[in-house]
Structure formats: C-alpha cells, structure tokens
C-alpha cells in the first residue's frame, strides 16, 4: 500500500538531510509502528507519507513514495489528502477553528470534500459514537480538555475514512483509558482494511496492536520487522528506543541463568506470563 | 536539607464554571521527600499542585509552604521557595538565547551577576544543553524546549521544585535524565513533587505515590504498597506499571518496583 | 464566545442573517442619503428599537448605547455645536466658543444617521450567532475562506487570553513581579508578549497542514452541514429593501428629496 | 506555497480586477471628497458626501479584501486570524490604559511584512469586522484605512524597509501619513469629527482656528497617526528580530523579496550511502 524507495530530504537551508536513504513498505489492511529517538526524523517521515513533503515545504527531495500505486510528489497535495488522512502532534492546533461546535468541526473535512449532507450526518454521528464524543457534539471544540481535543482530532481525520491514516503521537495528551479507546479505533479500522501508521513512543501498546514496526534512528530506518522481534533487539536502546520493563526484566533473568537463552524474549504482560509462567514462576 | 514542610489542610478548590476540581484535600509533604501524584485526566492534579506556588488559591481550607501561607502570598513571592515546571514550554520561553531564558528566574529573585552565570551553566549541564547555551530557543526542538524549561527552574534553585508532566513527548534518554535530574535534586535536599501519567516512571523514581479521582486523594503512601492496592488503583482508573500488572497475573501477592527486584522475586519463587 | 450575541428565541433571530443584512445595509444607505435629521432618527425609534424590543434584546442595546454611543453624541454636539466652521447665526458665545444654529442642525444631522448605523448594527449583531451568519453568507457565495478567518478569529479570542493568563502565571512562577509602578510594568511586557507571539506563530505551520489535511480549499463549492432556512418570502423582502433603498438615492440624487 | 487549488487561478483574473477596482474605488472616493466636498458644506448641509465617503471606501475595501483573500495559501490564511486577535487584544489594552495611542494594527503590520500586501489587506479589512461583532460597530466605517495600512506594510517589506532596524519607523511614519489622509473624509462625515473625546477636542481647536471640518480632521489626524504608526512598526519590527530566523524564513514572501535581507542559501551535505541492511537480532516469532 504504501511504498518508500530510498527517500531523502533536506529541510531548507538545514547542513544535513533529516532523512535519507529510506525504504519502506507497509501492506495493505496492517498497522505499521514507527519509533525512534526525538530528532531521528519521525514527523518528517510522516509528512512524506502524506504527502505534505514535498509539497508544502521547500528543501532537497528525493526518491520516490507512492501511495496506492500513486507516486505523491507527482499529483495535487488534493490528491493524496484523498488517500492519506494525517493527524499531527499538538491538538490545539488541529482544531480548524472555522466551525463553532464539535459537529460541525468533525463535518469540516466532508464538506470539503463537498460530501452530501445526508452522508455527513450519518458518518459524524458514528465517528462520534466510536470515540465516546456524542455528548460533547453540541460543545465548542475550544472549551473541551487537552485530552477531549485530541479525541477530536483524530475522529477529524477518520471520519473522512482515508484508505491511508498517518498518526504522530495521537496518544500523547491522553491517559491510559482514552489511549486504550484509540487502539481499538485504529485496531477496528484496520479490520475494515484501512492502513494506519502510527508514531508512538509507547513500546507496550505498539506491541500489543502493530503487525510491524519500523525503527527510525538518525533518519534511516535501521530496523523493521514483527513488534515481537524488533522489541526484543539487543540495539533497541542505541537506537533511543526504550525496552519495557517485562522485557529488562527477562533479560536480567536470562543474564542470570534463570530463563533459558532460546526463550523470545516477552514485552508485553501476556507473552511475559506465559515466558515466565513456563518456567515456573507460578505461585 | 531545606526545612520547608508542605502542609495542606481541608483544600477545596472550585474554578468559576461552578467546577469543583479539589474536593477536600489534607497531604503533609515533608522537606525533601519526592511525591508522584497520578490519577486520570480531569483528576484535579494540576488544580492541587497549583495551589503550591499560589497560582490558585484555596476555595476553602489552607495550604502552608514552611510557615508561609499560600493564601497571603504573591506568585512572585513564592517562587522563592517552590520553582514549578510547567507542562508546556512555550507558555514561558521568551529570551533570544537559551541562556539568557534561564537566567530570567535567578535575575527576579535578585541572585548576583556571578551566580546568576554559575547556576545558569550548572542547570544547562544537568539537562544536558550547556552546548546550546546560546542557540536560540526556538532552534531547538519540543523535547530541547521542555529541558529549557526545567532547566529555567532548577537555576532558581527553590527548595522545592514541582513537575507538571515532565516526561511526555520526550525519549527514551530524555526520560533517563529527567530521572537523573530528580535524583541530583534530592542529593540536594530539595522536596520534589510531580504529576505523572508514566507509571513505570513514577514506580522507579519516587518513594510516595498519592492517587487522585475526582478531586480527591484515594491512596496516599509507599509507592509498593499503593500499586499493590487493587480496589483503589481501580477506582480511581490508574493503570498499575507493567511489571505490576504482570506479577498480578501470575499471581503473586507481592509487587516489584524495578526490574531487578522482578527477577529477585521470580529467583525466590523459583527456588520455591 | 466573546461577541455581541444573545441566545434569545424571537422572530428576529430566526431571520435568514442574510435578510437582516440587506435590511441593515438598507438602512444605512437611506439615512446617509436622505439630508432631513428626523428621517434617520425616525427610522431608530419605528424600526430599530421595536425590532431590538421583539427581539427581546433591549435591555442590552440601552446598555451598549450608553456605552458606546452616547459619549461620542456628547462630543459631536460640543465639538460641532460650538465649534462648527460654517456656524453664522450665533447664539451664544463664550471665548473661541460659538455655539450656532448650524452647528446644531449639523451635529443633529449626524448624531441622528450615526445612531441608526450604530444600533442597527448592533441589533444584526445582537441577534445573529456569528456560527449562523457564516453559514448563510456561504451559502449566499461568499467565500469559505472568509468565513474561516472570521470564524476562526472569533474563537481564538477565548483561547489567546487563556494562553496569555498561563504565560502570565508561568513568569510570575519565575519571579516576576508584576505589581508596581508604570517603569517595572513596561519591563515585564516583553516577557508576556513574546511567547504568545512566538508560540502562535510556531503553530502556524502544524495549524496549516491541519487544514490541508482536511482538504481545506479543496473545492470551491463545499457542502455544509447546517442549512440555514431561506424563505421565499424573505427572498423577496430582500429585493424590495434593496429596491427602496435604491429608489430613495436616486429621488436624492434628482433632487426631489432635499 | 501548495499546489492543492487549482480552481484560484481560473479566478485570477477577476480577482486582479477586484483589487485593481477596489483600490480605484477609493482613490476616486477620496479626490471626490476633497474636491467636491467644500461647496457643498457651504450650502449649510452634508449633501451626499457621507453617503459616498461611507459607500465608497466600503466597497472599495470589500473589493480588495474579496479580491486579496483568495490569493493567499493556507498557511498565510492561518496566521491572520491570530494577527487579528493581537491588534484587537492590544488595541484593546490601549485604550483601557488610556494612552493617546491606538496600536491596533500591530497584527496587521505583522502580517503585511511576514505575508505581504494582499495577507495584510485581508488582515486589515476583517480586523475590523471582527471589532464590530465583539466589541460594538464604531470601528467598521474605518475599515478601509485598516486595509491601507496592511498594504502598505506590506509593500515596506518588499521594498526593504525591514533589512535594517531603523527603517521600518520610518516606514511606519509615511505609513501614519497616508493613514491619516484617507480616514480623515470618514472622521469628518461620518463622525462630525467625534471619534473620541480626546480627537474630539483636537478637532474643536482647529475648528477654532478657522479651519474646515475635512482640513481639521485631517490636521488631526496628522498630529497622531504618523505617531501612532511609527511605534506600531517599531513594535513590529522588534517582534520580527526577536523570532528565529528559521520562523521567519518559512514565509514564502519573505524569501521571495529578502525582506530581512540577503540570507546565504545552505545546501545539505549529500547523505553518505546506506549502511549494510541490518539483520534482524531475534529469530522471526509470531505476535504476540
């Protein structure tokens, strides 16, 4: 679905290329994780996929990304909105700001896309009931919480149903509970057979959700594969990518002759019970 | 050591929307303990450590820094005694170097020239930016930023020092030393209290963890002994640290803060 | 919200705005025509009021009145009354001070026209939700990019002065101190303005892509969500407002109003 | 800056004669205004200047921002609502403290010099919709002298007067002329030379002083726009300095006419070739 072949690019009048030599792909239908230390080029990369570079930023690009078999760089930034929704970082400014409640802020995008109204009705009022907004519809999208914002934003962008969803750190403002009930969106759209790549500092949950991940360090990506395998990689802290504590916690074990060396190495809680469990930890 | 004990007394705190967002809170925090404070969003854990450094003032009840009462004191004033970090840096970035935004805070409580220089370096150096020190701040990036701004407090060099969210949005080395700070801070006997939503954070770095729903504290003590309670971690919607959530599931009564003490328990168990 | 508007249910704001506008625009064409001072005031007291009055929004129109507009009248009438340049038949003279019956019919004349611009604007604002007023221009054919900066202005008011109460509280957290005299509150400026500045500027760049990632600008004809109700009926009311308010500037302009 | 909009430039050419009419509209306005206006006075009564001041520099100003706003790209669109807000919360902040000052257009300024004439005509133009929907509508008939000096902010820019800080007051001060010359028809015909109590007074003295209603207001005017405009620009162009350049860079009209300056162009230093693909650590595993 989504296809990188060795992507570069300069940000203008910047000494380096924030990100070079990059190849990716992510099949259609899966949810891709994509971590890496602060300033390894995670946003940038997003905007890629996106479609915003090179279109709104000057600078040096590089390489070819398509889309669905459609090279970005070659279309409308129109076009590839049609195929890539993108949420980005900090809610406040994601709200648009052109719509007075939280409704008509979750219609903003189908209007542009001249959706007809009857539509429009129907599918805010599932994206709404899908991210437990529907009390707040009637609200001004200013008066809710960081965390209520950030809910907003991201059912801005699904609601819209783009085949393609990039998402940069859409966790971040949220606790636990509200974390959780964005996973399962992300988990049921891709049932749907929606792609969604996600930018996320949070090992645990990508494990538990992602059918890949890929490790960005210093603008290339340095490893992909299953979030079983890439999680457990000895380097993955050389890369500024934190272990969970499960997966420290069976290195140690494994260190000190308490796991047997063959064993995968756990990251989340149920593959660490049962890694542990088996070897006796029980009771 | 500092002397400065954080006293709060029957707090309650209703915002004009008619919102009471502390509802009834009594906590002694004593000089140079550190207190995580967690709980859901919209808690009312920002609305109570606010009340320290007088950014909002009791509704009803008092809070006491040493023998200063917050309610007769302004913010100014009390920033001699409670430096406090806020969630986002660009709500008080404004100098045209990284240096000179962190001298701001030493220059108002009237620290000397020399000093002012001498805490500024050290507090770039313990966030790992004294290279930077004349870069303008908004050349560096978010995470950068938010160093800037604990390093802006820790040049006050308050006695107390607290930390709106320190950890969010920054990495794996950002976390390590943010913990590093907070372990230097306590070296020096500063009291340090934050909010955290990062449970594996919180276990490995603070003693006392206090736990807030709905304006109020539902738990309050031992960081082992408040994730082990079950029915108040519930009730209050907090997520336990993994390694928590999975001596649970493996059934164990007892619960280990780092992953070394995980393996020390799972060695005993073994062995049976 | 920080506008003028009142929730209020009346027939006055249920009217399609766009109706009400053209009534305004009406208004204000015909009082700035017409030379006769009783014509703009006569159109205050039989229209402007009574609809502020059915609108039950009076109380708040007396208020802005007295607020706004009655302290600029008492200057016009000591400005022009006393002062006015063309002034010939004096009545009573103090120093420079001459206060003339010209001066009197002139400052009556524009007293009069500027409280039916000002009232009758008021009462539009008073009785339009902003949220509806940009729908119906839309759908009128003004462009979507208009609505949203206006739109978007309004709601950042509230957001602007929380940002600016948190960066407020962030300095004074540094030891700013902010009470004192003139000289120590012109210091502590540069550290309020410049983060509010800058961090709005900052996010420009993400506000933008947010935009454009929902297809802002995408499409010349979007659709809304909201429809506001267009009568038939007040369809034609607008033309004729339209066509009175042309026909009293052309009697002006032939001179048989003068 | 995007590419996303086609359907801008099939208008471009109606949104040219827009401006271009706009900007006719009033200048025939204003030399109507002085010209024909005196005789008129005379004759005891206001005759239809009022009515052509009023209708005259509100469609030219409709034209020009309708016109303006459709040239600009999103991002340019974004920044505006917040330059309003800025020269309604200063110019706000002003008049509560009491100074003889407006500064409410220092947004306006902003936007003129960081997005050129047409982002800071719409500044201008909605800026004063926006007064008249919160605060009250006195401000709305001086919409246009709003829109003049977004353009000509923007036009400073572009001409060079923000490369060097001492400049832009100076700009600021012919800026503050040109200011006070177009508004003075609508404080005069529309206000009775009442826009405020202290303009009020201003305008009463040189009435005293045998000048005309139009020659006073201008007069007026005079005495305090140039001012006013000049701390405006100074205030705007110490803002500016004080962004990091990186920010400042970002706006297309500012690279395009250098208006800080000449900035060297970087070019990145070519990536180095790809390291060696790296193989997996862990032997492959189903998930979790």
Redesign the interface.
């Known amino acids: 679905m989504i296809e990188l072949r060795d992507v570069a690019f300069a940000y203008e009048d910047a000494p380096a290329f924030t990100l070079a030599h990059l190849d990716l792909d992510v099949a259609a239908g899966t949810i891709m994780g994509i971590v890496g230390a602060s300033g390894s080029g995670k946003t940038t990369l997003a905007k890629i996929i996106a479609g915003f570079i090179p279109s709104t930023e000057g600078g040096t690009y590089r390489g070819t990304a398509s889309v669905a078999g459609a090279v970005l760089s070659e279309g409308t930034l129109t076009e590839a909105v049609d195929v890539v929704g993108l949420v980005t970082q900090n809610p406040f400014n994601q709200i648009s700001g052109a719509r007075f409640t939280v409704r008509e802020e979750l219609a903003f995008g189908l209007e542009n896309r001249s959706v007809e109204r009857s539509q429009m009705i129907e599918r805010v009022d599932a994206v709404a009931d899908t991210l437990g907004l529907t009390a707040l519809l009637d609200r001004s999208p200013y008066a809710l919480s960081g965390g209520q914002m950030q809910l907003v934003a991201i059912a801005s962008m699904v609601v819209m149903a783009p085949p393609v969803l990039v998402l940069d750190e859409p966790t971040s403002q949220l606790d636990p509970a509200g974390t959780r009930l964005v996973y399962d969106v992300l988990a049921r759209l891709s049932e749907g057979g929606t792609t969604v790549v996600i930018i996320e500092h949070k090992t645990e949950l990508l494990h538990e959700h992602c059918d890949a991940i890929s490790v960005l360090a210093s603008g290339r990506i340095v490893s992909t594969g299953t979030p079983a395998t890439v999680f457990a990689d000895d380097r993955l802290s050389t890369w500024g990518v934190g272990q969970t504590r499960i997966t420290q916690a069976a290195r140690e074990a494994r260190a000190r002759g308490l796991l047997p060396v063959t064993a995968l190495l756990p990251v989340g809680v149920s593959d660490g019970a049962a890694v542990f469990a088996e070897n006796g930890a029980a009771r | 050591m500092n002397d400065l004990t954080i006293r709060i007394d029957g707090l309650r705190h209703t915002y004009e929307s008619g919102v009471e967002a502390v509802a009834g809170v009594d906590l002694t925090i004593a000089p140079g303990e550190r207190v995580a404070i967690v709980g859901q969003n919209g808690a009312g854990k920002t609305t109570l450590v606010r009340h320290l450094n007088g950014m909002v003032r009791p509704t009803e009840g008092a809070v006491h820094i040493g023998d200063w009462s917050t309610s007769d004191k302004s913010i100014a004033e009390l920033s001699h005694r409670v430096g406090y970090v806020f969630q986002n840096p660009d709500e008080q970035i404004f100098a045209r170097t990284v240096e000179g935004d962190v001298g701001f805070g030493p220059k108002n409580l009237g620290f000397e020239p020399e000093q002012i220089t001498e805490s500024v370096m050290t507090a770039l150096e313990a966030v790992g930016l004294a290279h930077e020190a004349q870069v303008h701040p908004h050349h560096l990036s978010l995470s950068e930023r938010k160093r800037v701004a604990i390093a802006a407090v820790l040049a006050m060099r308050t006695p107390i020092v607290v930390l709106d969210e320190p950890t969010t949005g920054q990495d794996e080395d950002g976390v390590r030393l943010i913990a590093s700070i907070i372990d230097d801070l306590t070296a020096r006997g500063t009291t340090v209290v934050a909010i955290t939503h990062d449970m594996d954070f919180c276990v490995e770095n603070f003693e006392r963890v206090v736990v807030m729903a709905r304006g109020t504290v539902r738990a309050d003590g031992p960081t082992a002994r408040v994730f082990a309670d079950q029915p108040a971690l519930e009730a209050a919607a907090v997520e336990p640290p993994q390694l928590a959530r999975l001596a649970r599931v493996l059934g164990w009564s007892e619960m280990a803060v780092d992953p070394s003490g995980f393996v020390d328990a799972y060695e005993r168990r073994r062995r049976g | ?5 009142l929730e209020r249910a009346s027939a006055v704001h249920r009217l399609n705005p766009v109706t009400k506008l053209v009534a305004l625009l009406a208004i ?2 015909i009082v ?2 017409v ?1 006769q001072w009783w014509i703009p005031l006569g159109i205050v007291v039989l229209v402007v009021v009574p609809a502020a009055v059915l609108a039950r929004v009076g109380g708040r129109l007396l208020r ?1 009145f007295l607020i ?2 009655l ?3 008492v ?2 009438f ?3 009354g ?5 002034g010939t038949t004096v009545l009573w003279q103090w120093g ?2 001459r206060l003339t019956v ?1 001066g009197l ?3 009556l ?3 009069s ?2 409280s039916a ?2 009232l009758g ?2 009462v539009f ?1 008073l009785t339009t ?3 509806r007023l940009m729908t119906a221009l839309t759908q009128a054919g003004m ?19 929380e ?2 109460r ?2 407020l ?11 004192g005299g003139p000289l120590r509150r012109a210091r502590a400026l ?2 309020l ?3 509010l ?31 506001v109700d267009d009568p038939l009926s007040e369809r034609i009311g607008r033309w004729l407002l339209a066509a009175a308010a042309a026909a009293v ?1 052309v009697l ?2 032939v001179g048989v109003i003068a | 800056m995007s590419g996303s909009t086609p359907a801008v430039d099939a208008n471009r050419t109606r949104n040219r004669i827009f401006v271009a009419l706009g900007t006719l509209v009033i200048v025939a306005t204003y030399l109507y205004l002085i010209l024909a206006q005196p005789e008129e006075l005379a004759e005891g009564g206001l005759g239809t200047s009022a009515l052509i001041a009023l209708a005259g520099y509100l469609i030219g100003a409709g034209l020009i921002a309708a016109g303006a706003i459709h040239r600009l790209p999103t991002a340019t669109l974004s920044l505006i609502p917040i330059a309003i807000v800025l020269n309604i919360a200063v110019g706000q902040l002003t008049a509560v403290l009491g100074l003889p000052l407006y500064l409410d257009s220092i947004g306006t300024v902003l936007v003129g010099v960081l997005a050129g004439p047409a982002a800071g005509a719409v500044t201008g133009a909605l800026t004063n919709v926006i007064w008249g929907l919160t605060i009250g509508p006195i401000a709305l008939p001086f919409a246009v002298t709003a829109v003049v000096i977004g353009v000509l902010a923007g036009y400073a820019a572009r001409w060079g007067m923000f490369r060097r800080f001492y400049l832009a007051p100076v700009a600021g001060f012919v800026t503050g002329i040109v200011a006070a010359l177009v508004s003075a028809p609508i404080a005069a015909f529309i206000f009775g030379g009442a826009t405020g109590a202290g303009t009020g007074a201003i305008v009463a003295a040189f009435q005293a002083w045998g000048n005309s209603l139009l020659a006073s207001t201008t007069l007026q005017g005079l005495l305090s726009d140039p001012l006013d405009k000049t701390i405006t620009f100074t205030i705007v162009v110490i803002i500016l300095f004080a962004l990091p350049s990186r920010l400042r860079g970002r706006f297309p009209f500012v690279r395009q006419y250098n208006v800080f300056g000449k900035v060297a162009p970087v070019a990145p230093a070519e990536p180095a070739a790809p390291a060696a693909p790296a193989a997996p650590a862990e032997p492959e595993a189903p998930k979790a």
């Open positions: 919200m920080t506008t003028l508007y204000i064409a700035f025509a030379p802005l706004l507009l302290p600029l009248l200057v016009l000591i400005v022009q006393f002062f006015f340049p063309d420079p001070a010209e019919v002139f400052s004349t524009i007293g026209r500027l611009l000002v604007s008021l604002v939700h902003p949220a462009s979507s990019k208009i609505a949203y900066v206006i739109s978007a202005s309004l709601q950042i008011i509230p957001a602007f002065q940002r600016a948190s960066i509280l962030a300095q004074q957290a540094r030891g700013l101190e902010i009470a540069l550290p303005i410049a983060p500045v800058l961090g709005m500027i900052t996010d420009v760049d993400e506000r933008s892509t947010a935009m454009e990632a929902r297809a802002f600008g995408a499409t010349p004809r979007p659709t809304s969500l909201t429809v500037i002006v302009v």
